[in-house]
């Protein structure tokens, strides 16, 4: 009932490495709970507001609750949580959710990448590779994401893939305790000329070996 679920997708050479999407796995934990507790600054700007300190919900042994949650969505086929590898190490996630099958089919996508990686292009391959998935094997047709108006890095990434604006949403979301404005950026399958992953490629961003 999840068509291309499960799968690993690239890898996309970038400047900083070779980027690869698997899905979430159990073992996990660690990995998990060390990138997230020391990405606390960077991540809590753009983040839902959770229950309890970042470092109590970033705990491992948090994962295991978190991951069988990820697991059955994914197997019902409302989400795709994708671990983003660079040359095979764990160093972010990306997820599809909400994902809505008949007349609409659409999703949003979501990422985040291990700060000590970030300005290389790793997180616009993750995003190209998962476009690439979610109008292809996935079926689907639209893809929105939402972003703050001050996370430049994020809505430079969606642009580069050819996300548009498609305008505000006001008090859209409970971000670091507060109902913060997002510009929602979108993208329909016949706006991709070849693949995202080829886009990338074509502007020099990226290349398949
Ligand atoms: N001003 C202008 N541009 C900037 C700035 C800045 N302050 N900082 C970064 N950029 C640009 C970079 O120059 C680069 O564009 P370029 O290739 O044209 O030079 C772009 O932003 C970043 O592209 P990548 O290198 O592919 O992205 P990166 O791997 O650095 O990851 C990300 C970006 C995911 C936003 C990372 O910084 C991160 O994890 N941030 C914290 C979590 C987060 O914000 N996640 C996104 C939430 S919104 C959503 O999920 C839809």
Same mark, same amino acid.
């Given at each position: 009932i999840n068509p291309g679920w499960p799968a690993t997708l690239g890898p996309l050479r970038t400047q900083g490495g070779a980027v690869a999407l698997r899905p979430v796995k159990l073992r996990d934990a660690k990995s998990w709970s060390d990138l997230r507790i020391r990405n606390q600054n960077t991540l809590l700007p753009w983040e839902p507001t959770g229950i309890g300190s970042w470092a109590e919900r970033h705990h #491992?042994?948090?994962w295991p609750p978190l991951y069988s949650v990820l697991r059955s969505e994914a197997k019902r086929g409302t989400v795709l949580p994708f671990v983003i590898e660079l040359d095979g190490q764990y160093i972010g996630q990306l997820t599809v959710g909400n994902i809505q099958r008949g007349a609409v089919r659409s999703a949003w996508i979501g990422y985040w990448v291990d700060a000590q990686h970030v300005g290389q292009g790793i997180a616009t391959a993750a995003v190209a590779l998962g476009v690439d998935h979610c109008f292809g #094997?996935?079926?689907?047709?639209r893809l929105d994401a939402t972003v703050q108006p001050a996370n430049v890095a994020s809505q430079a990434v969606l642009t580069k893939i050819g996300f548009r604006r498609e305008g505000l949403l006001e008090r859209y979301m409970d971000v670091n305790k507060r109902w913060r404005d997002h510009i929602l950026f979108a993208l329909t399958a016949e706006e991709v000329v070849g693949s995202a992953a080829e886009t990338l490629v074509r502007a020099g961003r990226a290349s398949f070996h």
């Amino acid at each position: 009932i999840n068509p291309g679920w499960p799968a690993t997708l690239g890898p996309l050479r970038t400047q900083g490495g070779a980027v690869a999407l698997r899905p979430v796995k159990l073992r996990d934990a660690k990995s998990w709970s060390d990138l997230r507790i020391r990405n606390q600054n960077t991540l809590l700007p753009w983040e839902p507001t959770g229950i309890g300190s970042w470092a109590e919900r970033h705990h #491992p042994s948090a994962w295991p609750p978190l991951y069988s949650v990820l697991r059955s969505e994914a197997k019902r086929g409302t989400v795709l949580p994708f671990v983003i590898e660079l040359d095979g190490q764990y160093i972010g996630q990306l997820t599809v959710g909400n994902i809505q099958r008949g007349a609409v089919r659409s999703a949003w996508i979501g990422y985040w990448v291990d700060a000590q990686h970030v300005g290389q292009g790793i997180a616009t391959a993750a995003v190209a590779l998962g476009v690439d998935h979610c109008f292809g #094997p996935v079926g689907l047709h639209r893809l929105d994401a939402t972003v703050q108006p001050a996370n430049v890095a994020s809505q430079a990434v969606l642009t580069k893939i050819g996300f548009r604006r498609e305008g505000l949403l006001e008090r859209y979301m409970d971000v670091n305790k507060r109902w913060r404005d997002h510009i929602l950026f979108a993208l329909t399958a016949e706006e991709v000329v070849g693949s995202a992953a080829e886009t990338l490629v074509r502007a020099g961003r990226a290349s398949f070996h």
